[in-house]
C-alpha cells in the first residue's frame, strides 16, 4: 500500500487551530485587545459593524511592528513574548502562543498598517485565508491599526452559526468590559457602527467600574485590600444589601487577565455566607497580582484558565479579605447578629396594683370521660380547654366565597402591597381562606389556616409571584402614580441603547419615560410599589438582568423582563404587613396560574397538616 499521510498546509492547519481560538467575533476582539495592550499602548480604539460580523478594527498607539514582524506576525507560533520553554513560567503579557494573528488571517480578511515609533514609514499589508495578498509602505501614526473583515467567510458553517447582532454585540461588550476593567490606566474606546458606546480615561479602578457599570455601583462596593506573601489582592465586593439573584457582576483577575477560577469564586462567595440569603450572589471586581511563576496560564488557548501552585493558601486569603472588607464596610455585623425583638409590653395603667396569677379548674373535667361532661363547663379558661368547645373556631375554617367589588383595602397607612385585587376567578384547586385571620412571623412570612392544615406564606416570594402573572398577563394593569418631580435617570451610551429596546414594555407596566438626548431619560410617572428616590438603582438593576437573561440565551424577553420588574417591585423580608394586606397576598396568590413558587422558582407556601405538625 502506498503512503497516505501528508502535511497540512499552512492555511489549513492555522483554519482547524482557529476553531480553538476565534468561535464567535468577540473572541476576535479579545486577541486583538490583549496585543494592543501588551504592546504597551495608552490609547485603545475598539471599532465594530454588524457586532463584528463585517468589521472588527483595533487602533492603538504601542511600540508597531517592522516591515518584516508585520509580515511574520501571521506566521503560526510567531511571538515576540517568549522565546525558550522556561519563559512560560515568568509570563507578564496577556499574550504568549503566537497562534491568534495566524488564526484570524486563515478564517478572515485582515488589512493592518503598522509603524516603530522611529520609523519614518509604516507597512501595510493585506492577507486573506492565510494568503499575503499585498505589502507596501505606508505613512501611518505610531503603532498599530489591525482590521478584521468579514469574519468566517470561508467558513460558512461557523459564519451560520452566529447568534442576532444584539447577542453577539452583548458578547463583545463583555469583554470590552474584561480587558478596559482591569487596565484602568489605558484610554479605551468602543464604536459600534459608528455609535460611541465607551469612552474611557486613565484613572482608579474605582473610577473604571463606575465609567463601565454606571456611578451607582459606587455606593453598592466596598474596597478590598490584603497584601501578603503570596499575593496582594485590591479590588471591590458587594456591600451584602446589594447582592443579587444571578451571577452577572464577577470579575476576577490575576496579573491583569480576565479569569474563571470557581474555586476562588467560591471563596468570595463563602465571605457572605451569613450575612446573605439563599442563592444570592454578590458582585465582585478582584485583581490578585502574583508571582508568574507560581501560576500556570498555559492550560487552554483562550487563557481564561489558571492553575495556582497556592490555591489552598489563595482561597483563605480571599475569603478572609472579602469578610474584612464586607465588616469592616457595610453592616454585615448587624445583618449577621441581628437582636430578636423584645417583647413589647404595654405600659400599666396608672394605679394597677399588680397580682399574682390565680390558676382556676374544673374539678368535674375529666378527659376520658363523655364530651357533655366539659361541654357545660362554664369556667374553662386555662386548663383543659378544648378547641372544639369554641364555636367560634369552626369560622376560621369558613370559606366565603369570593365577592366581586370587595377589592378595596382599608388604608392602613403602612405598606401597601402593589397589585392586590380581591380574587374574581381561582385558578387553582386550593381553597380561598380570605378571612380567615393571619399572623406575620419575623416580618418575612405569613401564617395562616387552611381547612388542611396550617398554611405559612413566604411573602416577599407569593408577592413575586402575583405581580410576575400580573404583568405578564397584562391583564390588569399595574397602577401607576404621576410623580410630583420627574425623575432623571442617567446611563452609559450602551446601557441607554438597551433601555430603549425595553422602555415601550415598561411603558405598558405602568411607567411614563421620555428620552432627553441620547443617554438620559425622564421619568414622570412609575407603578405604586416603585420608590422615585431608587429609581436609578431600580432601573439599572433591570438592565442587569435583562443582559443577564440575553447571555444566558433567554429568548422570551419580555418574560425576563416582567422576572425582574416583579422582583424588585414586591414587598421586601423586613416590611410589616396589616391583617388586611396579608388576607389580600394569600387570597391573590391563590388566584395565580402557579401558586407554589416564585417566578425564579422559589416554594412561595407551606401547608402542613396536623399530623405532620404533631409528627415534627
Ligand atoms: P501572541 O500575542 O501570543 O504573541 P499573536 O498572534 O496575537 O500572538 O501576535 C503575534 C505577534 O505579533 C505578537 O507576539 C507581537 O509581537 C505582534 N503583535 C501583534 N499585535 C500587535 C500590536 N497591536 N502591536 C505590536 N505588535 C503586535
Ligand atoms: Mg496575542
Known sequence: MSDIINILPDSVANQIAAGEVVDRPASAVKELLENAYDAGATRIQLIVKDAGRTLIQVIDNGCGMSDSDARICFERHATSKIH???????????????????????????????KLHDS??????????????????????????IAVKNLFFNVPARRNFLKRDSIELSHIEEIFKRVALVNYQTDYSFHSNGKLLYDLHTGNFAERISQLFGNSRRDQLCPVNEQT??????????????????????YLFVNHRFIKHPALSAAIEKAYADVIPDRHYPTYFIHISIDPSRIDVNIHPTKTEVKFIDESALFSILRAATRKAIGQFSLATELQFNPIEEVDFPPAPKGYIPRQPQIHYNPAYNPFGSTSSHKGSSNNSGTGMSPHADPKWKSFFDIPSPTPGSDELPATGQTTIEGSTSPKT?????????SAPCL??????????????????????AHERILFERLSNRKAPVQSQQLLFPVN?????????MFNEIVPDLKAYGFEIGAIGQTTFVVTATPTDVKESEL??????ILVDYKSAMIQKFNNRSQSLCRSLAHQMAVKKGTVLQQAEMQQLIADLFCCQSPTVSPTGKKTMAILSPEQLISQ
Request: glycine share 8%.
Open 440 to 461: 406575620q412571623l419575623d416580618k418575612s412570612h405569613i401564617v395562616s389556616v387552611l381547612p388542611s392544615g396550617l398554611l405559612v406564606v413566604d411573602q416577599q416570594a
Open 426 to 434: 381561582v385558578g387553582t384547586d386550593f381553597a380561598l381562606p380570605q
Open 229 to 250: 506573601d503570596i499575593a496582594n489582592i485590591m479590588g471591590y465586593v458587594s456591600k451584602p444589601e446589594y447582592v443579587r439573584k444571578t451571577r452577572g457582576e464577577q
Open 84 to 114: 525558550k520553554a522556561d519563559d512560560l513560567f515568568a509570563i507578564h503579557t496577556m499574550g504568549f502562543r503566537g497562534e491568534a494573528l495566524a488564526s484570524i488571517a486563515a478564517i478572515a480578511q485582515v488589512e493592518m498598517k503598522s
Open 536 to 541: 436609578q438603582a431600580f432601573f439599572d438593576q
Open 489 to 497: 435617570c442617567q446611563f452609559t451610551p450602551a446601557d441607554a441603547d
Open 120 to 145: 519614518e514609514l509604516g507597512t501595510h499589508i493585506l492577507i486573506e485565508g492565510s494568503e499575503v495578498k499585498e505589502q507596501t509602505s505606508c505613512a501611518c501614526p505610531n503603532g498599530t491599526s
